[in-house]
């Protein structure tokens, strides 16, 4: 028996998949979970071997949960269920170790595939992200992807440098290094090709 936790911030969605996993022979819903703190606590008490986790959650997101979950309870494994369709969305999933990378939009049964190849040791890409795969790592350092992200925010270069203990001068070349390897032609360009692709 395949035993999963359900993390989902949307009551009637996390209600309709467990409805539909419950249905199925050899997989049961152990637990539920609205947001990422309370995944991992459920995770560590129920000891599940697949968490369906979506990665917009209140506290911590999908993501940063499905990498915590990979120390503390290492037998069970991520798959992520979402709608962000995004690369490097995928690429940051991957990266944490997470073993699957599932979108919304697939369908009962590549669901509950997923989660049986997922418990088996395998993992799973949504045939929609293969591509992503070929759209390669984000160019951007982490400095300079936060510097961007706090620029999204509606940060100026001062507030920002005050938030990161850093130069004035430091973080306009941040922005101006992120903007360069972007190829946009503004910072508010470079912000939305680096969001549209996942890398914020």
């Not at 993390?7 to 049961?28: K, M, Y």
């Not at 539920?32 to 506290?59: C, H, T």
């Not at 309870?73 to 940051?92: F, I, K, N, Q, S």
Request: with cysteine.
């Amino acid at each position: 028996m395949i035993k999963v936790l359900v993390v989902e911030d949307h009551a009637v969605v996390r209600a309709g998949l467990t409805a539909l996993l419950s249905g199925e022979i050899g997989i049961r819903v152990v637990g539920e979970a609205a947001d990422g703190k309370d995944a991992l606590d459920e995770a560590q008490r129920l000891r599940p071997d697949v968490a369906l986790l979506d990665i917009d959650l209140p506290g911590a997101d999908g993501i940063t949960v499905a990498g915590e979950l990979a120390h503390l309870v290492p037998g069970c494994r991520a798959l992520m269920l979402t709608a962000l369709d995004r690369p490097g969305h995928l690429e940051r999933v991957l990266a944490v170790g997470a073993a699957g990378y599932l979108l919304k939009t697939a369908d009962p049964a590549e669901m509950t595939d997923a989660i049986r190849r997922v418990a088996g040791g395998g993992r799973v890409i949504d045939p929609r992200m293969r591509d992503a795969l070929r759209a390669g790592p984000s160019p951007l350092t982490d400095g300079e992807a936060e510097a961007l992200r706090l620029t999204a925010s509606g940060a100026h270069a001062r507030e920002i440098a005050a938030d990161l203990f850093l130069s004035l001068g430091t973080v306009r070349n941040r922005l101006s290094s992120a903007v360069g390897k972007l190829h946009a032609r503004t910072l508010v360009d470079a912000v939305r090709i680096a969001e549209g692709h996942g890398w914020l």
